[in-house]
C-alpha cells in the first residue's frame, strides 16, 4: 500500500493528464483538425498516425475534493485508450503536413501528391499532382488554394484544379511556405531568402528579400503584418509584410527551431534559447532593440526545442532537449511543470479551444494532455 500511495505521489502531471502512444519512429511534427476532433503525427519513417481529441475518461471525470481539507486531487487513467490509426510510409522521411476540411488532413508524397488522409486514415481525393515529391505543403481554406513544394518549383491549386507553378527568374525554392491568415498572400523560401507573392487573383510577386542564411520555418503573424523565419544558421528573421523591411535577431545558443505568435499578448515566440525567448510586438526587436522583451519561465542549462502559444490565454507552452515541458505564464517566471523529464520534445501544438496540447518526441511519443477546465483561470 506504501508503495501505491508512493507511486502516485511521483506521478506527474503528464502522467496524470496525458493520453500516451509511442509510434516506431521520431515524431516530426503535428497538427490539430480545423475542428479540433482529431490530431495527426508525422514520423519520421514517412507515416502519419491519428489520434481522437475526445478524451473517454475527462480530468474533470477523475478529480476528487476532499471535504474536511478541500485538497483537490486526480485519480489516474484507468482505462486503455484507443490505439492511433497509422498510414503506411508515404514518403522517405517525414511527411509534409496541412489541415484540410472539417477534420482531415493534406499530406504531401514522395510521388508527388498532396492527397485528402481523412480522420479514419483512408486516402481521398489527390488534390494537386506535380513532378517530384511534395516537400512542402500549405492550404488557405478561406481561398480554398492549396501551395505545394518540391524544392525546386512553387506551384498553386485551387480547388481541385491543376497545378500553376509561380514563376521565378531566381534560384529553386527551398521546402518552406505558408499562406498568411487570410489565404491572399503566400510566402516561400528562396535560396536564403524569402518571396512574398499577391494569390487572390493571378499569382503575381510582391517582393523577394534576402536573409543570412536559409529559411526553415515561415510563421505569419495573426494579422499578417509580419513574418518571422528561423533560419538554417544562426537565429530568426523578422520580416515587415508592408514595407518589406528586415531584421536578424541572432544571439541564439541553438537553431530557432519553431517560432509561434501569441495573439492574446501581440507577442512573438522562439525556441533555441535556455529559456522561452519572446517580445511584445508593441516594440519588436528590430535594430537590437530589447525594450519589448518578454522575460518568461525560468532560465536553465537545456535549450528549448519547441514553442506553442495558447489560443485564447496569455500562455507558452514549451518543450526542451531533455523532456522536460513546461506552461509558463506571459512575462513572468511562474511555470507550470507538464512533464519534467523524458525523450526530447520535437513538436508542441494546442488545441484551437486551448483544452489540448499536443505533444511529440525523438522517442516516438505521440501524447494529448487534456487539462482540466478550471487549471487556467
Known sequence: MVMNQHAIQNLTLFDLLARSWRRPSAIADLRFSADGSTVAFTCVDGTVAIAAVADQEPPESRIRVSGDLGRTTIRPRER?????????????????????LSSGFLVGTAAGEAVHLAAD??????????????????????????????????????????????????????????????????????????????????????RDVSFSARPVSIRWSGDGTWLACGLEAGGFALVSAADGRIDLVEGFPSPVRTLCWSLPENALFASGAFRIAGWSMTAPPLDGDTSGALETGRAGLVPVETVAAHPEKKLIAAGYANGRITIAQIGARDELLVRPLGSAVTALAWSGDGRHLAVGAVDGTAAIVTFPAQMFK
Open 80 to 100: 486503455p485508450q484507443a490505439p492511433l490509426i497509422a498510414t503506411a510510409a508515404l514518403a522517405d522521411g517525414d511527411v509534409p503536413l496541412a489541415s484540410y
Open 121 to 206: 486514415g483512408n486516402m481521398m481525393e489527390t488534390l494537386v499532382k506535380i513532378d517530384g515529391p511534395v516537400v512542402a505543403v500549405d492550404h488557405n481554406p478561406r481561398t480554398a488554394i492549396t501551395a505545394v513544394s518540391n524544392r525546386q518549383d512553387v506551384f498553386l491549386a485551387r480547388g481541385q484544379g491543376d497545378a500553376v507553378r509561380l514563376r521565378h527568374d531566381a534560384t529553386p525554392s527551398t521546402d518552406a511556405l505558408a499562406f498568411s491568415p487570410g489565404g491572399r498572400r503566400l510566402a516561400h523560401g528562396l535560396g536564403d531568402g524569402l518571396s512574398i507573392w499577391a494569390v487572390d487573383g493571378d499569382a503575381t510577386p510582391i
